[in-house]
């Protein structure tokens, strides 16, 4: 748990980083990034898109001494882009559910494009394509930079992510729930069980038991699920 001290050094310290979101760090994003930085003294030269000019700037923040950039975490290289390869793509979505940013556009089955504007060049849509159609490539002229603004841009399409991707996972767990709980009652109708009802005469031990059993654990799933939608 975060103390309000630490919540406004990591929002101070996120907002230098790059928002490229390409986990080179080692963390899952910017964010946890600099969240580590800030709660666990994790070393400031673990960001490659940031370079030596990041760095620098992280040091003056924090106060430390400016050291090289981690060659574990990558190497410092200039903007590139994502093309996918038009004749070769498949329209299988897997780019998209991997782009950090929601940079490709595309629908199942259709050809997929990226919009490079809003390309981070994390490279993360790179291992998940099947038919290794997608190319890293250099910008347009023009947009070889990567600026403040871009980085803002990059940060807020990510939250805009994160926030799609919570609302569908609730809905979806809202969903299981429901279903079992449908599932619930209908084993109670079919065995002549409601709540601590006595069993029906008619339905045999082995039945009854099975049924109880089949109940317990289905119970013990919503309590589980209702408890997770809860806690969020
Ligand atoms: S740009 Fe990449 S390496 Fe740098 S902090 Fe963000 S996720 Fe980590
Ligand atoms: S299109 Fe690919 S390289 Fe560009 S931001 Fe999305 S995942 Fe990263
Ligand atoms: S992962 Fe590759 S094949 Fe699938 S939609 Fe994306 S670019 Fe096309």
């Given at each position: 748990m975060h103390t309000d001290a630490h919540r406004a050094?990591?929002?101070?310290?996120?907002?230098?980083?790059?928002?490229?979101?390409?986990t080179q760090c080692g963390y899952a994003g910017c964010r946890p990034y600099a969240e580590a930085i800030v709660t666990q003294a994790a070393p400031i030269n673990r960001c490659p898109p940031g370079g030596s000019a990041g760095i620098a700037i992280l040091a003056a923040h924090t106060g430390q001494p400016i050291v090289a950039l981690d060659p574990d975490a990558g190497i410092e290289r200039p903007r590139r882009v994502a093309h996918i390869v038009a004749e070769l793509c498949i329209g299988c979505t897997k780019c998209i559910e991997a782009c950090p940013v929601d940079a490709i556009a595309g629908a199942p089955k259709r050809l997929h494009a990226v919009i490079v504007q809003a390309c981070t060049g994390c490279d993360l849509c790179l291992p998940p394509c099947p038919v290794d159609c997608i190319q890293m490539v250099a910008p347009p002229l023009g947009q070889e930079g990567w600026s403040r603004a871009d980085a803002q841009n990059a940060r807020a399409r990510h939250q805009r992510r994160a926030q799609r991707i919570e609302r569908l996972q609730l809905a979806q767990a809202h969903r299981l729930a429901d279903k079992a709980q449908h599932h619930l009652d209908e084993l109670d109708a079919a065995a002549g069980l409601k709540g601590d009802a006595p069993v029906a005469d008619t339905a045999d031990s082995a039945a009854r038991t099975e049924a109880a059993r089949?109940?317990?654990?289905?119970?013990?799933?919503?309590?589980?699920?209702?408890?997770?939608?809860?806690?969020?």
């Open positions: 050094a990591i929002d101070a310290l996120e907002l230098l980083l790059p928002q490229t979101q390409c089949k109940r317990a654990v289905i119970e013990a799933a919503v309590a589980r699920a209702r408890a997770r939608l809860a806690a969020r």
